[in-house]
């Protein structure tokens, strides 16, 4: 009886992976397919190599250039403005920090700020804008992704470095090596592909959202020259033309939303590529 009951039990858990696997793959179907069919078609040239004109939302001529250059500057310089720091705190917390309760609060504390909703961030990257008398612009959207990065960067570098053998730290040790030798020399090399993904992982939050920049970069029709001046962005660029009543312009926001995800699968692939080569340097 208790044999049956394993084998029962057994079935309905792998039934149930199984559904749960289907869902997961039929929803990126799903989504990728609506994306694909609706923003393909509207997807030229010229909406690719052009910033909006005059009636763009009402259906005229212009592209999403603009989007597309001020998406790649807010994300690239806020993961560049957020990398260093976080690395900084994780090898901190790996090579000096003692452990102890302080530790564990830390991680938590990094793990609260992780799930705070992206508005959060835009509400007090705004209010420390108007701290600094700053209006929406590049620089404020650079911040409030930057926030926004920080504890995905640090929290997903401090799980990798979690799993950097401790014996190649005490050979390092016992090497005459000190801390930071053994962390620039040792501990980051063999951490080095999981911190590419780390990196990725950040620019891929940051790169999809528009909660945390619509008030801090605003949304403009020309392209980023100051850090002072509004900046757009393709999620900005979707959600607006999402929103016009124009079918035609509703399109080319699916169109916008096929162009932020090539970018991403790019992306993706990229590091991937790196995270080969990079692989072949570490101690498995």
Request: proline letters at 4%; a positive charge; one cysteine or more.
């Amino acid at each position: 009886m208790m044999k049956i009951n394993k084998h029962l039990e057994e079935r309905i858990m792998k039934g149930l992976m199984v559904a749960s696997l289907a869902l997961v793959v039929g929803s990126l179907v799903a989504i990728l397919g609506t994306v694909l069919a609706k923003g393909l078609p509207a997807l030229n040239w010229a909406m690719l190599t052009q910033t909006p004109k005059g009636g763009y939302y009402l259906g005229k001529e212009g592209g999403i250039l603009n989007a597309i250059t001020g998406s790649l500057v807010l994300v690239a310089a806020a993961t560049a403005l957020s990398f260093f720091p976080a690395l900084a705190v994780v090898l901190y917390l790996h090579l000096f920090a003692k452990h102890n309760r302080l530790l564990d609060l830390t991680r938590l504390s990094l793990d609260v700020l992780w799930s705070v909703p992206s508005i959060v961030y835009g509400a007090f990257g705004f209010t420390l804008m108007l701290m600094l008398g700053l209006r929406a612009s590049l620089l404020g959207g650079i911040i409030a992704l930057a926030l926004l990065e920080f504890p995905v960067m640090i929290r997903t570098m401090d799980e990798v470095l979690l799993m950097v053998p401790h014996e190649l730290k005490e050979v390092s040790y016992a090497m005459g090596a000190t801390r930071l030798e053994t962390a620039v020399r040792v501990v980051l090399r063999q951490a080095a592909p999981g911190l590419l993904t780390a990196v990725l992982l950040a620019c891929g939050r940051g790169i999809g959202d528009a909660a945390s920049v619509l008030f801090t970069a605003g949304y403009t029709d020309r392209m980023p020259t100051t850090l002072l001046r509004p900046v757009a962005s393709l999620p900005l660029a979707v959600f607006f033309q999402l929103g016009t009543p124009v079918p035609q312009v509703q399109e080319r926001a699916y169109a916008s939303a096929l162009v932020l995800t090539v970018i991403v699968l790019a992306l993706s692939l990229g590091a991937r590529s790196l995270t080969r080569r990079l692989s072949r340097h570490i101690i498995h």
